[in-house]
């Protein structure tokens, strides 16, 4: 059996401490935010401040959450967890993505109880404190989003944070309309949409963390062409039992057997040398079978069926 690790480490635009602190600045804003505008909202009688309230403090724990995966993430591969911590990132993206959806249900009952029972609202303190948290939503969308494009872990704790600033608009457009014409039931109407829009950016992100926790075969790739490239190498009769999976974001796995008569280092050097360079693997465990191995008998996907 031979084996490749060949790991290719990300380099991040910004130094992990630099990333960290601008991390950590964002849940100091978001939590002073999150207990202004609960005063905001309960003096006004504002849900959707308060659902904007709740929304942001959701951010400031969702970015809580994704400062620990980080750190977590970083650590070495150790007996208890041979492939790293990788999947902490991962991890946690999952439990934002799903606090997401439970909140943006939350918001959306709420809302409907309001329609029924509309109340008084002030709408220029309505407006003041959304202005406000408009501001501080944007300052913290500006300091996660050069991280988010290397992170689904830090991207969904982005989209926290760009969800909440479109809470934030839509909210000053209640308040205003509240101030013009006294339309109360603008407020839970703009809840509503606010909730709509939560869970929509939750279900767009949580599929591809769903699929890579699930060991699924990394989207960019094609098994197919792979299962070619690898069969087209000279030497190569078969290729069977083969897996491609995710260690964590960055890094691809592949495992795989080989019928290869007769078994030399050159041919499996090969193979290993195309899924690296066409296809950026940089985990690579290949099993040599001779062709009448039972392994032979093995399906080209998989394992065999239990039983």
Avoid at 31 to 40: C, D, K, M, N, S
Avoid at 126 to 148: E, K, P, R, Y
Wanted: proline fraction near 5%; aromatic fraction near 4%.
């Amino acid at each position: 059996m031979t084996h490749s690790h060949k790991h290719h480490h990300h380099h991040h635009h910004i130094p992990a401490d630099a990333g960290d602190l601008r991390i950590g600045l964002a849940v100091g804003v978001n939590l002073l935010l999150t207990v202004a505008q609960i005063i905001g909202g309960v003096l006004s009688g504002s849900i959707a401040l308060i659902a904007d309230a709740i929304h942001n403090m959701s951010d400031a724990l969702s970015l809580v959450i994704a400062l620990a995966a980080r750190r977590i993430a970083r650590r070495p591969a150790d007996a208890g967890m041979t492939f790293g911590y990788g999947r902490a990132e991962t991890v946690a993206a999952l439990v934002n993505y799903t606090t997401l959806v439970l909140i943006a249900i939350y918001l959306a009952w709420e809302a409907v109880w309001r329609i029924l029972a509309p109340e008084p609202v002030d709408g220029w303190i309505v407006v003041i404190v959304a202005g406000v948290a408009l501001a501080v939503d944007l300052a913290t969308v500006m300091l996660t989003w050069s991280m988010s494009r290397d992170s689904m872990n830090i991207h969904a704790a982005f989209l926290h944070n760009l969800a909440d600033a479109m809470t934030s608009v839509a909210v000053i457009v209640g308040g205003t309309l509240m101030l013009l014409f006294d339309w109360r039931l603008v407020d839970p109407i703009v809840t509503l949409g606010i909730s709509g829009y939560i869970l929509w950016t939750a279900l767009q992100g949580v599929g591809p963390v769903i699929r890579l926790l699930m060991l699924g075969t990394p989207p960019r790739m094609d098994l197919a062409q792979v299962l070619d490239a690898m069969r087209a190498v000279p030497g190569v009769n078969g290729v069977h039992h083969l897996h491609i999976w995710q260690i964590d974001e960055h890094a691809v796995a592949v495992e795989a057997h080989l019928e290869i008569d007769p078994p030399t280092v050159a041919v499996t050097s090969a193979v290993r040398d195309i899924l690296r360079d066409r296809f950026g693997v940089q985990h690579v465990t290949l099993e040599v079978d001779l062709p009448d191995s039972p392994c032979t008998r093995l399906p080209v996907i998989g394992r065999p069926a239990a039983g």
